[in-house]
């Protein structure tokens, strides 16, 4: 299973547009990208996944270059409830493959 | 749609003694997991249920933890005796059998249940 780095934390303030790169080296070809969003007392939550290229939701973008060695999540116009931890994971097509979490980016957005 | 429920939310126990977590999970949802997450790292893996068969166990200290998935619906999570290093929040998902579009790897989570061992 492909390894993840990312940022321990970032600042950043309110209306502002917040990129947090994780690396993935190992990353094999099958593997898919996904990014959570966790909230203090609460469980993870889904954002967003994707392959190759980019990818939109109505939450956030992910950008995968080429290589896909890395992926970057963009929060547009960040508001105080973005304030949490952000996971990106790397896991095999099937649904059914282990999700391994590592410590996350702690994002806090200052008004 | 009702979301994954558990309780409860909060325990206290003191090292040695016993705990049980209850999750339902959300309904036609096949797939249950339980998970570890201690304060301030990602949630760990324990365990996976497909319907009411195990999956994955491979993260489970099976010498005092213990999980079943009865009739394929809800689950319990079972602490025997539990020890200072249990204390954790221990949070419950579940995923759909086939997943949306661009959604492979997504899991419903439960508010957790906070233990603390004294």
């Known amino acids: 299973l492909a390894k993840t780095t990312q940022p321990i934390s970032m600042d950043s303030y309110e209306g502002q547009e917040v990129n947090i790169t994780c690396s993935h080296n190992n990353i094999a070809t099958n593997d898919y990208i996904t990014w959570y969003q966790q909230f203090p007392s609460q469980g993870p939550r889904f954002i967003i996944q994707g392959y190759k290229t980019k990818v939109t939701n109505e939450v956030a973008s992910l950008f995968i270059p080429a290589d896909r060695k890395s992926s970057t999540l963009s929060l547009p116009r960040v508001s105080l409830s973005d304030t949490a931890v952000y996971y990106c994971?790397?896991?095999?097509?099937?649904?059914?493959?282990?999700?391994?979490f590592g410590s996350g980016t702690r994002l806090l957005v200052r008004p | 749609e009702a979301g994954v429920a558990q309780s409860p939310r909060y325990k206290i126990i003191e090292k040695r003694q016993s705990v049980a977590f209850w999750c339902n999970p959300i309904?036609?949802?096949?797939?249950l997991y339980w998970y570890q997450q201690i304060l301030g790292q990602g949630p760990k893996l324990l365990i996976q249920?497909?319907?009411?068969?195990?999956?994955?166990d491979s993260q489970l200290p099976k010498d005092r933890f213990s999980a079943e998935r009865l009739k394929g619906v809800d689950s319990t999570l079972k602490i025997q005796p539990a020890k200072l290093e249990d204390s954790a929040v221990y949070l419950c998902?579940?995923?759909?059998?086939?997943?949306?579009?661009?959604?492979?790897?997504?899991?419903?989570f439960g508010p957790g249940t906070r233990l603390t061992v004294l």
């Open positions: 249920f497909q319907n009411n068969g195990v999956v994955d």
């Open positions: 998902a579940s995923s759909p059998p086939m997943p949306g579009l661009g959604r492979v790897h997504e899991q419903f």
């Open positions: 994971l790397v896991a095999g097509m099937d649904s059914s493959y282990k999700l391994i």
């Open positions: 309904s036609g949802h096949a797939t």
